[in-house]
């Protein structure tokens, strides 16, 4: 121990990190796009009520904002979203914008657009996963009809809209879907239509359809073929979906890879007649290459390790192809790694960069890569990386300032043994601070990541150290069910959410304790949406926790299945079983709160289209009927997932006042 340090009660060191700093970072960097010198990306503002804007950075270096306020490039698509906007070179970038959901181009040195007509109800037609081709921008397409929402993937004009509707698309009764009848990549003979636009001119036109949801599409060098991932309910795209490929001169459409147990993912064109994919078919999502009209997709490299993430936001690539034909990709256990694959040999370089992991998310013009790295000391940055020499750029920061190295804990990975000899993966954040030391083991809080289909990383996070600084540690859980160890781990949440879950949260807990890491009378829990129920949950089956936190959690399944948007509508089916009113009750928490002794904090954004507020509300109501202490504190005009600074502020202030309170401090 430093001699400058003096003994203070955990919880209350003097930490440099506010709320209000914690609160203005999180930019959420998003979506790079290069060419060349140039450089693309989107970032949300917390400052500005969490509006999404899109930033240039020139050849010279210089940065610059390309979409003022109220402008925000967001799409609710799936309501998570995705790629919002794609560069059309020389011309500007087309955005969704997130009032309305119509997209908008925006030319250079000009005002926004609108490219999509009008929907008769509003955000009644919204558009993700944006390619541009040859004057159109390809996009998947969600129709909100009353009850009814639908897909399709469609090219849109740079020239549009005129007034009415036109569609050129059948169903293909084989289970995938067709592009219409008239127009190729010659255009229509019968009406002297480029291809791509409907008979009635500048209008959206519709090619894919019939199947639930669609993903990366992608058009072939020659413009011939569209290829896509589809997949229907009740599956999600980690569980199983279908590499299909349309020729748009006839609408002819057929499966190239995936299935019902296979994940397919992220296409990309390597010739007219190739196609790069990644699968799961081994356990892992390994690259693949495969040739479109035939014979079995060929392992690029085969290792258990994963070369992608899950699918929760369209529009990710998680590699990128080199001019000199080999791959930029990004692989590994747990956090990703950045590396340069050589298809042919099949040989995996690393590149020696400083950040230990990347979202699942790269850019390249063939030279240069583009991602968003991080590392224990650094916070998620847009970063650009020089293949040929290995040198990186970082061109912008998710936080601001960054607090002295000596207040930043040591993060490192770790196994947990669980029941049944299983072991979950967690990063563990001890306490940190130079001003300040405790006595005896801290108090820890137990972080659980949402999804439940999701994975935390091993990231600087302001958020984290806002905790650790004060001398309240944190152990980030990736329960079995998480992303980032292969197909099998992610298998153990199968029938099984409220079960696997709540054991290796309370196994985290007996493992900290055991550990003489944390004091077992001072461990708290807390999650967000999936993990909020796991937070409830785990509170209901045990008293390892001295407390919890939910942020939107889930409280009741039949009525979030009845009530949250469609993309997860079927998603309880996977981790838990269709209706049942005896199984649901042996799950879900308002069912179990008989069994919390612990006080609980539950915060909820009033405007959530996931998790509506009535499951805060409900198991809010719940506690108190039973006198159990409980602080239920609501904030209009948020959704799912805080992006005011100053909704961002109050939350955290509350959480750690509610630990210093439960941790008797």
Request: charge should be negative; aromatic fraction near 10%; proline fraction near 8%.
């Amino acid at each position: 121990m430093s001699p400058e340090q003096v003994v203070l009660p955990y919880a209350t060191w003097p930490s440099p990190v506010s709320t209000s700093d914690v609160a203005r970072s999180g930019l959420r960097l998003g979506f790079p796009t290069v060419l060349g010198e140039e450089v693309w990306w989107t970032e949300d503002r917390p400052a500005e009520g969490g509006r999404t804007t899109i930033v240039h950075r020139d050849a010279g270096g210089v940065r610059r904002e390309l979409l003022s306020a109220p402008w925000s490039a967001r799409t609710r698509v799936h309501e998570y979203g995705g790629r919002s906007y794609a560069v059309v070179p020389g011309q500007g970038v087309v955005f969704a914008n997130f009032t309305d959901q119509r997209l908008y181009l925006l030319p250079t040195g000009g005002e926004p657009r609108p490219l999509t007509p009008e929907p008769e109800r509003p955000s009644a037609l919204r558009y993700a996963d944006l390619v541009v081709h040859d004057g159109q921008v390809w996009c998947v397409r969600e129709r909100h009809d009353g009850d009814r929402v639908s897909r399709s993937i469609v090219s849109v004009p740079l020239t549009g809209p005129l007034t009415g509707s036109t569609t050129g698309a059948t169903t293909d009764p084989a289970g995938g879907s067709t592009g219409g009848s008239t127009g190729g990549s010659t255009g229509d003979p019968a009406t002297g239509s480029p291809a791509g636009s409907g008979a009635g001119g500048d209008e959206p036109r519709e090619w894919i359809t019939g199947n639930d949801f669609y993903a990366f599409p992608a058009l072939s060098p020659d413009g011939e073929h569209l290829a896509f991932v589809c997949w229907d309910h009740p599956r999600m795209p980690w569980n199983g979906t279908e590499l299909r490929v349309c020729r748009l001169a006839d609408g002819t459409c057929w499966t190239v890879a995936g299935g019902p147990e296979e994940s397919v993912l992220a296409p990309h064109w390597r010739d007219e007649r190739n196609l790069y994919l990644v699968s799961d078919s081994s356990g892992w999502w390994n690259l693949y290459l495969t040739e479109i009209h035939g014979g079995r997709p060929r392992p690029l490299h085969r290792a258990d390790q994963e070369f992608a993430g899950p699918l929760w936001q369209l529009g990710a690539m998680p590699y990128a192809p080199l001019a000199d034909g080999s791959l930029a990709i990004l692989h590994g256990r747990g956090d990703l790694r950045l590396g340069v694959l050589d298809p042919v040999g099949g040989t995996l370089t690393d590149l020696g960069v400083p950040y230990d992991g990347w979202d699942a998310v790269l850019a390249t013009d063939g030279r240069a890569v583009v991602g968003i790295g991080y590392g224990p000391a650094l916070p998620r940055s847009i970063v650009r990386v020089d293949i040929s020499t290995g040198q990186t750029q970082e061109l912008r920061r998710d936080a601001g300032e960054i607090p002295a190295p000596a207040y930043l804990p040591s993060v490192r990975a770790v196994e947990i043994p669980g029941r049944f000899g299983r072991e979950a993966h967690a990063f563990l954040y001890p306490p940190a601070n130079p001003e300040a030391r405790g006595e005896g083991p801290a108090p820890y809080v137990v972080f659980v990541h949402g999804g439940p289909t999701g994975h935390s990383m091993g990231a600087l996070d302001l958020e984290k150290v806002f905790f650790t600084s004060r001398g309240i540690g944190v152990l980030d859980l990736n329960y079995g069910g998480s992303t980032g160890y292969g197909r099998a781990y992610r298998e153990r949440l199968r029938g099984q959410w409220g079960v696997v879950d709540v054991e290796d949260s309370i196994a985290a807990a007996e493992w900290l304790a055991g550990e003489g890491l944390a004091d077992p009378a001072r461990i708290a829990i807390r999650g967000g949406s999936a993990g909020g129920w796991t937070v409830m949950a785990a509170c209901c089956g045990s008293d390892a926790f001295a407390g919890g936190v939910s942020y939107y959690g889930v409280s009741s399944l039949a009525a979030f299945s009845a009530t949250t948007h469609d993309f997860e509508s079927r998603y309880v089916d996977w981790l838990i079983g269709p209706q049942d009113p005896v199984l649901y009750a042996s799950r879900e928490p308002l069912a179990l709160v008989a069994g919390v002794s612990c006080p609980m904090l539950l915060m909820q954004g009033l405007s959530d289209p996931v998790v509506p507020p009535e499951q805060s509300q409900a198991f809010a109501d719940a506690l108190a009927e039973r006198g159990v202490p409980c602080t239920y504190l609501t904030f209009e005009g948020e959704a799912h997932g805080f992006r005011r600074a100053e909704t961002r502020s109050a939350a955290l202030a509350t959480e750690l006042a509610f630990y210093q309170q439960i941790f008797h401090l």
